[in-house]
């Protein structure tokens, strides 16, 4: 993936479900779409307030060059739309660091980030949690790379 490409990937992330914003609903699903010259960023993912699933789709001149797919949840039992609050969080501030292949911990009040993964944009796989006061009560598996 070139400069340019993960540039507009991290500021799409940054600018859909990270930073708030009402996604469309299809078909039981949610979608963000960005678009910015000759690049489309699609993610749609569908839950049921606790599990979710999901696809980030990058394009280049309408094809798919880069793509993502994860599944996660918040742990049964905690406050979803905190710690939903809290990965929306950490997304925007550090979209450059996870979800790409790279570790990334961050410690923030009573929560702790942590991203383990292998890889590199072009292909990887990794999971995401998140604990607070040193319980476990999100994670996500995911897995990706470049389409050719």
Known sequence: MDEKSLKFLINSRQSTYA??????????GKTYVIKS?????????FDQ?????????????GQPVWSMSYRG????????GAVFAVLQK???EYSDKVRFG??????EGEY????SATGDPSEFSGREEIYQNGKLVHWMNYFGGSIQ
Do not use: P, W
């Open 19 to 28: 930073s708030g914003m009402k996604a469309d609903e299809i078909n039981g």
């Open 37 to 45: 010259g000759n690049l489309e960023y699609r993610d749609t993912y």
């Open 49 to 61: 307030h606790l599990i979710f699933q999901g696809q980030e789709v990058l394009f280049e001149d």
């Open 73 to 80: 949840a918040a742990v049964e039992g905690v406050d979803a």
């Open 90 to 92: 950490f997304i925007k």
């Open 102 to 107: 790279n570790n990334f911990e961050k410690d």
């Open 112 to 115: 702790k980030y942590s991203c």
